[in-house]
T-cell receptor, first 111, second 113 residues
Framework: SQKIEQNSEALNIQEGKTATLTCNYT??????LQWYRQDPGRGPVFLLL?????KEKRKERLKVTFDTTLKQSLFHITASQPADSATYLC??????????FGTGTKLQVIP | NAGVTQTPKFQVLKTGQSMTLQCAQD?????MSWYRQDPGMGLRLIHY???????DQGEVPNGYNVSRSTTEDFPLRLLSAAPSQTSVYFC????????????FGPGTRLTVT
């Protein structure tokens, strides 16, 4: 069956460092992959989308990579700040299937 | 623009009661969807709509009904609430099909006792 895996353990990093979050998937041929940010008590907010034929996408301090051979996407936040603390969700869309969300990874940036 | 709005923000129901969760968007988006979010699980799609008058089932549709009479509104009806429907419900909209870059509402936290 199709599965999306994000590290369920919280990621704690020091302010100013680069945070790297992982999204692994199985049994998908994804058309694209998205990353969302979710703060407590709020709805997810769209951050970035990367298509199957793209290796990397950047937006300000954010970078997403997509390796369809490894079946993995990495989400990087450079020069992290305490305001980046949140839960980050990845979501895959493949073929005629509807988009499927991972469970999210909680990021805590320590001042 | 208000974006996507949802009401109520919190709701407590007794088993067997029915209610409607409201969702509205003012961005003229054709695509709208309802998700539920439970601890340890990703957002799961309940129902979606690709335009006024067109709805379809998602991954977990049982116990829920939807209709889309206008582009702006997409209400979710719980027919006979069950404790298993205790969850946080999110409505989302997108200008493009296939859930591309969705805008989410603030959510409704529902408890069924």
């Amino acid at each position: 069956s199709q599965k999306i895996e994000q590290n369920s353990e919280a990621l704690n990093i020091q302010e100013g460092k680069t945070a790297t979050l992982t999204c692994n998937y199985t049994n998908y041929s994804p058309a694209y992959l998205q990353w969302y940010r979710q703060d407590p008590g709020r709805g997810p907010v769209f951050l970035l989308l990367i298509r199957e034929n793209e290796k990397e996408k950047r937006k300000e301090r954010l970078k997403v990579t997509f390796d369809t051979t490894l079946k993995q996407s990495l989400f990087h936040i450079t020069a992290s700040q305490p305001a980046d603390s949140a839960t980050y969700l990845c979501a895959l869309k493949g073929g005629y299937q509807k988009v499927t969300f991972g469970t999210g990874t909680k990021l805590q940036v320590i001042p | 623009n208000a974006g996507v709005t949802q009401t109520p923000k919190f709701q407590v129901l007794k088993t067997g009661q029915s209610m409607t969760l409201q969702c509205a968007q003012d961005m003229n988006h054709e695509y709208m969807s309802w998700y539920r979010q439970d601890p340890g699980m990703g957002l799961r799609l309940i129902h979606y709509s690709v335009g006024a008058g067109i709805t379809d089932q998602g991954e977990v549709p049982n116990g829920y009904n939807v209709s889309r009479s206008t582009t702006e509104d997409f209400p979710l009806r719980l027919l006979s609430a069950a404790p298993s429907q205790t969850s946080v419900y999110f409505c989302a909209s997108s200008t493009l099909p296939d859930s591309y870059e969705q805008y989410f509402g603030p959510g409704t936290r529902l408890t069924v006792t």
